[in-house]
C-alpha cells in the first residue's frame, strides 16, 4: 500500500533538493500548489504535489525558467510538461538499473 501524505523531508529527499527550497517553492507556487497541513502547521504533500514539484523542479533546475515563467508555463501547457518529466523520470529509472547490471557484472 502507498502512502498517501509525505512530509516536507521526504518530499525535499525524492526531488533531491533541501527543505527550504522546498518550502519556498509551495508558497511561491500557491496557486498551483496546496499542500495539507497538520494542527501543528506542518506541511503534508500528496502523490499529485510532487508531481507538480518535479514539473516545477524540471522547469526551473532544468530548463532554467526563471520562476514566473515556470508559472506561466505550468498555468498555459501542464500536459507537455509532465510529459516531459515522466519521460526524464522512466530514463533516470532505467539508467538506475543500467548500473546496477554493470555492478553485478
Do not use: C
Not at 4 to 30: D, K, M, P, Q
Not at 70 to 91: E, N, T, W
Amino acid at each position: 500500500m502507498e502512502k498517501l501524505f509525505w512530509t516536507i523531508g521526504e518530499t525535499a529527499e525524492i526531488l533531491g533538493e533541501n527543505v527550504s527550497l522546498v518550502r519556498y517553492w509551495s508558497t511561491w507556487f500557491s496557486s498551483i500548489l496546496k499542500p495539507s497541513r497538520t494542527s501543528r502547521g506542518n506541511r503534508l504533500y500528496t502523490a499529485g504535489d510532487i508531481e507538480t514539484l518535479k514539473q516545477i523542479h524540471y522547469l526551473v533546475k532544468v530548463k532554467g525558467l526563471s520562476l514566473d515563467g515556470a508559472r506561466q508555463q505550468l498555468l498555459s501547457d501542464r500536459a507537455k510538461v509532465k510529459g516531459k518529466v515522466k519521460a526524464l523520470d522512466s530514463l533516470k529509472a532505467i539508467r538506475a538499473q543500467l548500473v546496477e547490471i554493470k555492478k553485478s557484472l
